[in-house]
């Protein structure tokens, strides 16, 4: 048993945690036990923060003070958004122009916590961390744009404040509401790859900077976040080319392809982020009476559902809807994966926290295949 190998670790328990659950079976998620359904039609982005770091939903008075906290801490140091520019100059992707940008900014928090050991100081750093994620980006846009960053408005929500900062307008209701539920729908999930990571990292006792920087990383993967770049990708194609988006999805298994967006290592069913963002895409394009997206998704949805593939557990996942409903914000679409991490840093932030509270090293190892016994030749007898 202690031999067993479970490639990719798939099902294995490696903590304990009051986080999130995701049942993969029926295709249900919780956070600290309220359904995400719930969640994202009912509750602020800040309030899932504060739920997930704090362990209960606010009062209204705790949220308040929550908020303001959490805005105040929205500027970012002159000298990053400088390597901003200087990233967006050099033409940086912009998940990697984040994952430095998340980095430099340990170099200015007024917490000189170079370990997880005081956890009040871990959760005042990932305070910092989520306020000023949203900063970045929307600077990298700008600048790239040609445009000068906008200084952040402490009296705008955390969702509000990016679109604002990112388009120089204050944003209306529809899209202000619209990116908080998605930024609610992406906060946690279990022990995803990019959590984990974090954990990892976080299991050294190492801070909590670190562990974010390396959960962009490994959100940034087409494997996981980036997946909902590469969808937004393929429904561009499609439109360009004219073709049939079931001839797409044909062509692409044809050659052993795999579909973004379908797909999980937990949910066997659709994902219920999937089916949330999915309705509100409709919502989205039934009042602009633009259904190009919703009708190519749909199409490819139906044809896999048709081919039994959703039968088999292939089914939609976060990705698949995320990206078209961000295009109707005018979000350009290699910041969706960016905008996911926005969201996420949450998550990993309270998870590095749980862990640390209770922590033991995560050191797991592999099965050794290589030679034995190899004889060793000295550099000038090779
Ligand atoms: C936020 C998120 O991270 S959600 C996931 C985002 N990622 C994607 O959407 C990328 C596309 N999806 C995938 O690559 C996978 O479904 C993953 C990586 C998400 C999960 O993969 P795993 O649990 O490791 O499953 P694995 O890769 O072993 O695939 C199992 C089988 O399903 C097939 N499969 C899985 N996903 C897909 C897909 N999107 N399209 C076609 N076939 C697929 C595999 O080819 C494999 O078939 P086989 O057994 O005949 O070889
Ligand atoms: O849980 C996973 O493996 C991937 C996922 O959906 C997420 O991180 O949101």
New binding site residues.
């Given amino acids: 048993m202690a031999d067993e190998l479970k490639r ?1 670790l ?1 099902g294995v328990l490696v903590a304990e945690s009051d986080l999130s659950y995701v049942d993969g079976e029926v295709g249900k998620l919780v956070y600290r036990g309220y359904d995400i359904e719930d969640l994202a039609r009912g509750a602020s982005y800040e309030e899932v923060l504060y739920l997930l770091w704090h362990g209960s939903l606010p009062t209204a008075a705790e949220l308040d003070a929550f908020a303001a906290d959490l805005a105040a801490e929205r500027e970012v140091d002159d000298d990053v958004i400088e390597t901003v520019r200087a990233l967006a100059d050099a033409g940086e992707r912009p998940m990697a122009a984040l994952r430095t940008a998340t980095s430099m900014l340990s170099a200015y928090d007024p917490d000189d916590d170079e370990s997880g050991d005081d956890g009040e100081a871990t959760l005042r750093q990932g305070r910092r961390i989520t306020a000023k994620i949203p900063t970045i980006l929307a600077a990298f846009e700008r600048v790239r744009q040609g445009e000068e960053p906008v200084a952040p408005d402490p009296d705008l929500s955390h969702a509000g404040n990016f679109l604002y900062m990112l388009t120089g307008t204050e944003p209306d209701a529809v899209s202000e509401e619209t990116f908080d539920m998605a930024l609610t729908l992406h906060a946690d ?1 279990g022990l ?2 990019s959590t984990f990571t974090a954990m990892v990292i976080g299991s050294t006792m190492a801070d909590v900077y670190s562990g974010v920087t390396g959960g962009i990383g490994a959100l940034s993967g ?4 980036g ?1 909902n770049q ?1 969808v937004m990708e393929v429904l561009h194609e499609i439109d360009a080319s004219s073709k049939d988006p079931v001839q797409w999805v044909k062509d692409t ?1 044809d050659g052993g392809g ?8 937990v949910y066997k069913v659709k994902d219920p982020r999937a089916v949330i963002l999915e309705e509100k895409l409709r919502d989205l394009a039934e009042s602009s009476g633009d259904t190009k997206w919703l009708d190519y998704t749909t199409a490819i949805e139906e044809y896999l559902t048709d081919q039994g ?1 959703v039968e088999k557990g ?1 089914a939609p ?4 809807y995320s990206g078209s409903v961000y295009d109707t914000l005018g979000i350009p679409v290699d910041m969706y994966t960016p905008i ?1 991490a926005m969201s996420r840093a949450g998550g990993w932030i309270a998870h590095v926290a749980e862990y640390q509270e209770d922590n033991r090293l995560i050191r797991p190892r592999a099965r050794y295949t290589g030679p034995e016994d190899a004889e060793f030749v000295p550099i000038d007898e090779r």
Avoid: C, S
Wanted: aromatic fraction near 12%.
């Fill in positions: 990719g798939e999930h995803n790859a087409p494997l996981h976040g997946a590469d298994r795999r579909i973004p967006g379908f797909g999980h290592r593939l292939i996942n976060v990705d698949f996911f």
